[in-house]
């Protein structure tokens, strides 16, 4: 059962459009993350590199304290999700801030120090998944990556 944290849907006014906001990997945040990537339609928001990842996301501020999720750019659109994949390549616990900083704000600096510390535990494939670290995203994946951005509280 979630806590009202992860309902909560705040309503921002950005730029003269309503904007609502959800808590990251919520129910509510994952479908408009979907909603968003499928406005661009197949192949438009393929992040680059072909890596199938399930994640441990630890520290969550709701339901029961982790999330199982994944993400997967071996088809023609990349997808996050939650749950595990069958024959995921890597298998990355991290904790909720430092995984919302890496895959919603982007910071790879963020991912570094976290795994230089420690706090990042991977297992599988490293290979595919610094080969997604390194790619140059196409210009509609830097597009939802932002539309993203402003959807997450």
Known sequence: MLSNLARLNTVSNIG????????FLSPEWIAEAK????????????????????????EVPFG?????????TSGQDAD???????????????????????FVQGNQQAAMQAF???KIKVEGDMAKLMAMQTAV?????????????????
């Open 35 to 58: 909603r968003i990537r499928d406005e661009f339609g197949s192949a438009n928001g393929a992040m680059p590199g072909a890596v199938k990842m399930n994640l441990v996301i630890t």
């Open 116 to 118: 230089m510390a420690g």
């Open 64 to 72: 029961d304290g982790s999330i199982d999720a994944h993400v997967d």
């Open 137 to 153: 995203p196409d210009p509609s994946a830097l597009e939802i990556t932002e539309k993203i951005k402003e959807i997450t509280e």
């Open 80 to 102: 996050i999700d939650l749950g595990h994949l069958e024959g995921a390549d890597v298998k990355i616990t991290v904790g909720y801030d430092t995984a919302k900083e890496v």
């Open 16 to 23: 003269g459009k309503i904007m609502s906001k959800f808590a």
